[in-house]
């Protein structure tokens, strides 16, 4: 073959490459309509993108459409059916607005996509949205602060952090709203410092009060359904799952205990699971934990656990009602993690799951470890476990059944429960600015009372035999459900023999301190926050905040 012959050879391959590759599908995301376009926080943002073909032949097999806000998925779209060359299809979702500046971003069939195209690059679109708080929202909440409490999870789904994923979700949701919230892990240092029940609303809302929050949000997650399901993609058959999730939260004064607003909340998505094996086989293993866990002591389902694992830590109390933490250490006494604080009641048993990852986020090595049970003053209890070499085959990673890990947030388990915290923070603004007079009206009365309050003392007037600790002043002297006195040990008490008021004392020591938990006009009832002996006649002063 002569050189000329074997150039022309070359240039008619070459050709026919050229043409084989623009004869496919060049699928764009042509356009995004925005409506409205200038949405403000809490509004329902309707996203409509319009998908074209550009390349020269069909797009035969369906394919995909992602939204994203600020890099977070908010829904999946598909397209089925034939797109020819040159034709659109219009896909759409709604979302609601947070406020703030925002990057809304459309992909059709990614990279690693279903469809070949002639060009893999060109498949996302970027619109930048900025949401605003109406003027009278903004006037309305701008004041007020909120606590938000670590949900209940009623669902009995198995996945893991489900309360607390939820609570840190809805923080951040307020946040980017606009609202002041207040930090979660200090409420709860205050409840464990007061020995206060994390059951009781009027505790939790006494713990947000002394904190400086206006609002507590205490909530449930009522619902978390996931129903395993089929479908085919052409002639590919794609596991996957429709899931619904239902929450609901209550918005409590601080400073009546009273719950001034309820927010219903859910969210709907299908998809695939994100799972890596299948669903049936792994919500199976979710629900089944041994409840040997809590027959007493501190104990762990297994001996042993592979990398990955969570690894369940239960103790069933046998004592009187108190607040515990876990520490996990290596075998030889290193610190690892701690697992946080939980109130326990008497004879109930509470779980703390540990991710095998230390402070820093780190997957630890195989090796022998401890749990020891921390009662605030001493390590009462512990038990010993092993991490073994290599990956679980039975059970998936923890971070995909922990809520709130990037894991999580990939599978449209995660994807419904944002769904639903978006529902319930858009719900939460409008509960929020129609309470909000009432709220501040009772803060400024409260500040009104703070003179009074200054002045607030009185006398150990009865021990009751239920251990109710009787004080001889009331609501007619500025006294409030959950305020904190000190009882304090003293000598040569002058007081008026006329308005019986102290008038001046020397103080000895402090026996200890008591919480309100009754007021009545002149007199209140409050429980001991500590093991002392109180005497009737004992001196008590109210703690300032």
């Known amino acids: 073959m002569g050189k000329r012959t074997w150039l022309i050879s070359l240039f008619l391959l070459l050709g026919l490459v050229s043409i084989g590759t623009s004869a496919l599908p060049d699928l764009v995301v042509s356009e995004i309509g925005i409506e409205p376009f200038h949405p403000q926080a809490g509004q329902s943002v309707f996203i409509e993108a319009t998908v074209s073909n550009h390349g020269y032949s069909s797009a035969e097999n369906p394919f995909f459409v ?18 020819a060359s040159g034709a659109s299809k219009r896909v759409s979702v709604e979302w609601l607005a947070v406020a703030g500046p925002h990057a809304l971003s459309v992909e059709v069939d990614p990279p690693i996509g279903r469809i070949e195209e002639s060009d893999e690059t060109n498949n996302t679109e970027i619109r930048i949205l900025n949401v605003s708080l109406s003027a009278a929202t903004e006037a309305a909440i701008g004041s007020l602060k909120v606590v938000v409490a670590p949900f209940e999870d009623l669902t009995g789904s198995g996945f893991l952090h489900v309360g607390e994923g939820v609570a840190d979700e809805l923080i951040e949701r307020l946040v980017g709203i606009g609202v002041r919230v207040l930090e979660r892990s200090e409420l709860e240092a205050i409840m464990q410092e007061r020995a206060l029940n994390p059951s009781l609303t009027s505790d939790v809302a006494m713990a947000g009060r002394l904190l400086g929050a206006d609002v507590l949000v205490a909530g449930s997650v009522t619902e978390l359904a996931v129903r395993d399901s089929t479908f085919q993609l052409g002639f590919l058959s794609v596991s996957g799952a429709e899931v619904d999730v239902r929450l609901s939260a209550r918005l409590i004064s601080v400073y009546t205990s009273q719950i001034m607003s309820i927010v219903p909340a859910e969210g709907h998505d299908e998809g695939t ?66 697992l946080g604080w939980q109130y326990i009641d008497t004879g109930d048993c509470d779980i703390w799951y540990w991710n095998q990852l230390d402070v820093a986020g780190s997957q630890m ?66 509960a929020l600015e129609g309470v909000s007079p009432i709220l501040v009206e009772q803060r400024a009365s409260l500040q009104l009372a703070e003179p009074m309050a200054l002045a607030k003392e009185g006398q150990i007037a009865a021990i009751l035999p239920d ?53 009545r006009d002149r007199v209140s009832f409050g429980v001991l926050t500590s093991d002392f002996e109180p005497v009737i006649g004992d001196i008590v002063r109210w703690l300032a905040p």
């Open 365 to 430: 090595s195989p090796g022998t470890y401890s749990a020891k049970l921390w009662d605030g003053t001493a390590y009462v209890a512990e038990v010993s476990f092993q991490i073994r070499p290599g990956i679980s085959l039975t059970v998936p990673p923890v971070t995909k059944i922990t809520v709130g890990t990037a894991q999580f947030e990939e599978t449209v388990v995660g994807s419904a429960l944002n769904l639903a915290v978006d529902d319930l923070a858009a719900g939460f603004l409008g």
């Open 66 to 83: 992602y939204f994203f806000v600020d890099g977070r998925e908010i829904a999946i779209r598909s397209i089925v059916g034939e797109l």
């Open 467 to 519: 251990g109710r600790i009787a004080i001889n002043i009331g609501a007619s002297s500025g006294v409030i459900h959950g305020e904190v006195f000190e009882v304090l040990e003293v000598i040569n008490v002058i007081v008026d023999p006329q308005s019986l008021e102290i008038l001046d004392y020397d103080i000895l020591g402090e026996r200890g301190e008591i919480v309100i938990t009754e007021v």
């Open 273 to 338: 699971t994100g799972f890596s094996i299948d669903l049936t086989v792994f919500l199976s293993l979710l629900q089944t934990v041994s409840p040997d866990i809590c027959g007493g002591g501190l104990q762990t389902v297994r001996s042993w656990y592979n990398v990955g694992e969570s690894i369940p830590i239960g103790y069933r109390n046998p004592g009187a009602p108190e607040w515990f933490s876990i520490e996990i250490t290596t075998g030889i006494g290193s610190f690892v993690k701690w």
